[in-house]
């Protein structure tokens, strides 16, 4: 496990973030050995689904994608967007695979993840040698429950940091 410092409290309309420590535990599935810290950023936004056919002809609710704004002391800094894609006020641009998982602290929660950068744009800003992403401090996102038309759109709150790290 590693430890990393984070934010403290979030508010997010109706949704509320737990105060978390000073540092948060990163669990072993999320843990990328030999890289530090960029960057953290903190996003709110929206996690977007999808009604449609599932593997076995019934009707369910399918991650679609995130729609987030990426904050740093309170203030603009950036995007989170289909990719999935994280885009800083400065130009640059990665892109991340998911590698691995870890439950939220609610069953309301999206789970926390680690990602493998598999792309960058945007020239050299803050995120260019950027190398993983981790996500981390979830609160909500998670949508259950039956859909009943194909092709309808369900939004839902979320919030969440993100940390950004390279090689040592």
């Not at 990719?83 to 609610?106: F, L």
């Not at 598999?118 to 950027?130: M, T």
Request: charged share 20%.
């Amino acid at each position: 496990m590693r430890v990393i410092p984070t934010l403290s409290l979030v508010l997010l309309g109706a949704l509320t973030i737990p105060a978390h420590a000073a540092e948060t535990t990163i669990p072993d599935a999320l843990v990328a050995a030999g890289e530090k810290p960029v960057l953290t950023l903190h996003a709110e936004g929206a996690q977007v689904y999808e009604c449609k056919t599932d593997k076995d002809g019934k009707l369910a609710w399918a991650f679609r994608e995130p729609i987030a704004t990426l904050s740093a002391d309170g203030k603009t800094v950036g995007r989170h967007y289909a990719g999935p894609n994280w885009e800083h006020q400065d130009g640059s641009i990665v892109t991340g695979r998911v590698v691995g998982t870890a439950i939220g602290a609610t069953e309301a929660d999206i789970p926390w993840l680690k990602l493998t950068v598999v792309s960058h744009r945007g020239g050299q800003g803050v995120l260019s040698d950027v190398t993983t992403v981790q996500r981390i401090n979830t609160a909500g996102g998670k949508l259950e429950g039956a859909c009943e038309t194909a092709g309808q759109f369900r939004s839902v709150a979320y919030a969440a940091d993100y940390v950004f790290l390279k090689k040592e």
